[in-house]
């Protein structure tokens, strides 16, 4: 009974940590230009997610490491250099329009600009990560985040044709703007293999405790909260290709022209739940990014972490995500648009993705850390396989940036 | 035991189980005819900043010491001989508030985090 409560609990984590900024404008994006094409980015960004996901829960519940300490401890300090610059980085750019996304809602909302919202947003953040417990950031605000389960009720009530919706589930060619196609398809798997994700969920293993007899419920939370991420996701696609494509948007280059989604399904509370999706959604992804800053600092370092103790018990920890937080909300103060700035740092999480998987093809194989929990020929192949989508989004992405990005 | 792939970038903890860092580096002495003995581990960003290079290094002590004091412009050693257990984590039989290793964190603690409210 309690490991049912447990599962449901990590579901309904990850299906609130799943949808951000990120994942919402991309699938917008690919759905108004593309209709139902693209689908399979979902799909398959998804499915790869859910491997690297239920590999990290793994790695951490036996070996009682997170997947940071592992890159360190088994390649050494100079090699552990690389993904963690590299990640710090993209974290950064992607919290920056985490920031953004939340201060979109707070100008949709209220009218005043997104500017002036930044460090607000910061704040609260904050003062949530210095006041709070992992427990209430983790559970707390990704219930909250069930409210974006919206953009699948709205696709099921506009009653898509579903014939089409599986169509668009396998690849396909596109017919036009095939630049943007392609930088499309990178930025969506950018937005679902997010290494934040993975690292983060390591790290919560461990606050949490899991060892060996957690193994059944980090694959049905894996595999469970993933696949309900990806499915709002798609929902997001559906309603963007179905409302906005009807309309007439097929490029979604200002964000006001995303509320517009939800109006025709729901009238003005179509209106307020976008906002509040969207607001929620981020504001819970601010919180997960900042505090896996912290996290890797502090693991790659050896220096004490945990959420659960103060910040004057632990303060190299707590001054990681506080600088981190302010430090990511300036560049949205300043006015940079929180759009352009999320389809970016997605494509540039998709290049960087190498850096943080290669890793798991070995420590998933080390016996001194799994030991008999070894990963199977299924999970290598995955592995392999998204080393390999790795290091084509890592060559491709560049070049797609200048010719198909917006 | 394979020293390098064994022990090396592990965690180290003292005897109330405080992480104390990563077990940076390891000195070994050398002794003519034998082979070399581990005599102690090395914490801290000098260390790390020598794995890197002599010149950062240099750099890191520099900049160490001009931060904390000369003191730190070496590596902070914990002897091997108190070494305890070696598992997940690699706990050695000190108390991390003796040592300076800490001395930035407490810094900070003082300084900063400590002034904020509700710390």
């Known amino acids: ?406 | 035991m394979k020293l390098l792939r064994d022990m090396l970038d592990k965690q180290v903890v003292d005897r109330e189980q405080v992480k104390i860092g990563k077990l940076d580096g390891l000195v070994a002495e050398l002794r003519p005819g034998k082979p070399p003995r581990i005599i102690a581990i090395e914490v801290g960003s000098v260390t790390l900043a020598r794995r890197l290079g002599r010149l950062p290094g240099q750099w890191m002590a520099r900049l160490a010491a001009k931060l904390g004091g000369e003191r730190h412009a070496r590596p902070h050693r914990i002897p091997w001989s108190k070494v305890r257990d070696i598992g997940v984590d690699i706990e050695f039989d000190i108390d991390a508030r003796e040592t300076a290793i800490f001395d930035w964190q407490d810094w900070l603690r003082d300084h900063v985090i400590g002034r904020i409210p509700g710390a």
């Open chain 1, 1 to 406: 009974m309690k490991k049912l409560l447990e599962i449901s609990l990590g579901v309904v984590t990850s299906v609130g940590g799943f949808l951000e900024i990120g994942s919402m404008a991309t699938a917008a994006q690919a759905g108004a230009l593309f209709g139902f094409q693209l689908i399979w980015s979902v799909v398959l960004g998804t499915v790869c997610i859910i491997f690297l996901v239920e590999m990290a829960g793994r790695f951490a519940a036996v070996s009682r490491h997170t997947i940071a300490d592992g890159i360190r401890e088994r390649f050494g300090f100079n090699a552990f250099l690389w993904p963690l610059l590299t990640t710090v980085l993209v974290n950064f750019m992607v919290l920056s329009a985490e920031i953004g996304g939340v201060a979109i809602a707070g100008e949709l909302a209220t009218g005043i600009s997104f500017q002036w919202w930044a460090l607000p947003v910061a704040f609260v953040a904050w003062l949530l990560l210095w006041k709070g417990t992992f427990g209430l950031i983790e559970k707390g605000v990704s219930m909250l985040g069930l409210v974006t389960l919206c953009f699948v009720v709205a696709a099921v009530m506009l009653k898509p044709d579903w014939k089409q919706v599986a169509v668009g589930a396998a690849p396909s060619l596109p017919s036009h703007d095939t630049a943007n196609y392609w930088f499309m398809a990178v930025s969506i798997l950018g937005a679902s293999i997010s290494p934040y994700l993975f690292m983060f969920y390591s790290s919560g293993a461990i606050e949490d405790r899991w060892d060996k007899s957690y193994l059944g419920t980090n694959r049905a939370i894996a595999g469970l909260g993933m696949s309900f991420g990806g499915t709002i996701s798609v929902g997001v696609l559906i309603v963007a290709a179905l409302v906005l494509g009807a309309h007439g948007i097929s490029q979604v280059d200002d964000y006001n022209q995303l509320p517009l989604m939800l109006i025709p399904i729901f009238g003005f509370w179509g209106f307020v739940l976008f906002v509040a999706s969207l607001g929620i959604a981020c504001f819970g992804a601010v919180l997960e990014i900042a505090l896996q800053q912290a996290y890797l600092i502090a693991q790659g370092f050896g220096w004490t972490w945990g959420e659960d103790s103060k910040p004057r018990d632990n303060p190299g920890f707590a001054s990681v995500y506080s600088v981190s937080i302010f430090l990511a909300a300036i560049p949205i103060a300043l006015g940079l648009d929180p759009l352009r700035l999320t389809v970016f740092s997605m494509a540039i999480t998709a290049a960087s993705l190498p850096l943080t998987v290669v890793p798991f093809l070995f420590l998933l194989n080390d016996k001194h850390y799994v030991g008999e929990h070894r990963n199977g020929i299924i999970s290598n192949i995955a592995v392999i396989f998204i080393i390999t989508l790795g290091f084509v989004l890592a060559v491709v992405t560049i070049p797609l940036q200048i010719f198909g990005g917006t």
